[in-house]
């Protein structure tokens, strides 16, 4: 992967002076919106299976609740650290923003190796840290929901744990939950389908057709997967996908849906039949008609921009092109849809999960699709709008139209006491 020379938290309050700057804001709002409301770390021990004791640091940042309870994810990943959660619930916020779904925003984590621990271990380690952070949780003041390496049976550990300490079920203190678990049709590829959206409201805007455009997708998890395979379905020919480990690339097209079961069996895409080896930079470097990259932040840097050969780039993963690297982009002329808009898809159906919940329903998976649709082609063209408006790209235009919207918030709600 390409050098972390910016941290995740310095590219976030760049963007949030960036869009003070185009809004005018008053430097004291801006102040705010550039810290958290709160931190909490926590350190959570286990007990291993081997019967040592283990102690993992855990994290929840509440960044903002100015439109609505904190909202966001919790990953389970080595390079957690107090500062990329921070970054990452600074991001919660303006997406529920730019999604205009009535949150606010936060992110969690554990610093540890998932893939090294057990299940009976997650399971330990989820409930730990849930109790630790029980107090600062719940269905009208922070919901989480999964992120890296996190899933629905992590989300119903939670809710179970939450829900014995209030003595009754309380399924909408979490979303992402199991669909027989009050979870919500649709969730679980809610990002990945809410990107494709996107991807069809721009590639109408470029005069691009979907069928046979080419696509490289970066990370093969929930995300990548579920993309790669929704715009195999819509005719576009996926050429170059990849995982942690590295990538593949075929000219020729690669399908998603095999290169799964291949991944299922050798835990890589990397060594697929016919296809070529390749690595995670030469990846984003490939030559294609649309770019995701669905794994972590800071992919996209001024070191590789200059090298990046799509026409349209779509922002999977939170975080994944600094802020230098997409002014290159941009002068490049590459249509970007940012990740703030280009994976809302998750959270919105979060959003529909938690109203289900409260209302004891459930909907079809119709329903949430075309509630999906609704909601992601009137944020594309509100980002959009906006675009025009400031007069400037894809990416400033949504962090400034999600800054400016949180920023009204507090303006009309006034300073306590
Ligand atoms: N982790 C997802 C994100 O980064 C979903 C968050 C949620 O549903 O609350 O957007």
């Not at 029980?134 to 003041?141: E, R």
């Not at 802020?323 to 703030?340: N, Q, R, V, W, Y």
């Amino acid at each position: 992967m390409p050098n972390k020379k910016i941290s995740a938290l310095e590219v976030a309050i760049q963007q949030v002076d960036l869009a003070a700057e185009m809004l005018n804001l008053e430097s004291g709002i801006c102040e705010m919106l550039k810290k958290p409301t709160k931190s909490l770390i926590v350190a959570v021990p286990i007990r291993r299976d081997n019967g040592e004791i283990n102690v993992f640091t855990g994290i929840r940042v509440q960044h903002s609740k100015a439109r609505g309870p904190y909202k966001g994810g919790i990953r389970y990943h080595p390079d957690v650290t107090l500062e990329e959660v921070t970054a990452l619930a600074m991001w919660m916020t303006w997406k529920c923003a730019v999604a205009d779904i009535p949150y606010g925003g936060a992110k969690g984590g554990i610093k540890c190796n998932p893939k090294e621990l057990s299940i009976g271990e997650l399971e330990r380690l989820t409930r730990r840290y849930t109790t630790m952070i029980l107090n600062i949780i719940g269905p009208y003041q922070d919901v989480p929901a999964p992120d890296v390496y996190t899933d629905a049976q992590t989300m119903a550990w939670i809710m179970d744990t939450y829900s014995q300490f209030k003595g009754y079920l309380v399924p909408e203190v979490v979303t992402g939950k199991p669909l027989h678990l009050q979870g919500s049709e649709g969730r679980e590829a809610a990002t990945a389908r809410g990107l494709t959206y996107c991807i069809d409201e721009a590639t109408k805007h470029l005069g691009m057709k979907l069928r046979n455009a080419t696509v490289a997708v970066q990370g093969f998890g929930k995300v990548g997967w579920n993309a790669a395979r929704i715009l195999d379905d819509q005719g576009c020919k996926i050429i170059a996908l990849s995982d942690s480990k590295g990538g593949i690339y075929n000219p020729k097209g690669i399908n998603p849906t095999k290169v799964n079961e291949h991944k299922k069996k050798t835990d890589s895409v990397m060594d697929y039949k016919g296809c070529k080896n390749i690595t995670n930079e030469e990846l984003l470097e490939t030559e294609c008609d649309i770019l995701i990259p669905a794994a972590m932040e800071n992919q996209i840097t001024k070191e590789n921009a200059g090298n990046i050969k799509t026409h349209l780039l779509a922002e999977g993963a939170n975080g994944p092109t600094t802020p230098e690297a997409s002014k290159i982009l941009a002068e490049k002329g590459i249509f970007m849809i940012p990740d703030i808009l280009a994976n809302s898809g998750g959270v919105t159906v979060s959003y529909f999960e938690w109203v289900q919940n409260l209302h004891r329903e459930h909907w079809t998976k119709e329903e949430v699709h075309r509630k999906l649709k609704y909601k992601m082609v009137n944020a594309f063209k509100d980002v959009f709008d906006a675009m025009k408006e400031y007069e400037t790209d894809m990416r400033n235009a949504a962090f400034t139209l999600g800054v400016g919207r949180v920023a009204d918030s507090i303006k009309s709600l006034g300073l306590w006491p």
